[in-house]
């Protein structure tokens, strides 16, 4: 069973904006801390944020910290990433994670991985 489903990537102009989402079925995110990472072609899988079980913390890799924000919404099972000012560099796909807890912009334990959502930046 697919327990996490991403959704909202799509092709965006460079300095665009574009929000992912992430949707739970079968399991409730307020167990979990919730990560984002993502991954272009030949490149390592790489935490981009995470957010806390109970969301008073957030955590951001440098790289887009001040341009991305993460935010848990548990009534609804969902979480989002808005990213604003994007950069060709962004480009990867996105995937959503589900975990024991953040490390940084990382989370640690995993246990449920989405599909992924692919981001393109492009003039």
């Known amino acids: 069973q697919l327990h996490l489903v991403e959704s909202g990537g799509g092709l965006v102009q460079p300095g665009g904006s574009l929000t992912l989402s992430c949707e739970a079925s079968g399991i409730t995110l307020d167990y979990y801390a919730i990560g984002w990472f993502r991954q272009a072609p030949g490149q390592e899988r790489r935490g981009v944020s995470c957010i806390t079980v109970s969301g008073d913390r957030t955590h951001y890799a440098d790289s887009v910290k001040g341009r991305f924000t993460m935010s848990r919404d548990d009534a609804k099972n969902t979480v989002h990433l808005q990213m604003a000012n994007l950069k060709t560099e962004d480009t990867a796909k996105y995937y959503c994670?589900?975990?024991?807890?953040?490390?940084?912009?990382?989370?640690?334990?995993?246990?449920?991985w989405g599909r992924g959502t692919q981001v393109t930046v492009s003039s």
């Open positions: 994670v589900a975990g024991v807890k953040c490390e940084y912009s990382v989370v640690a334990g995993v246990n449920y």
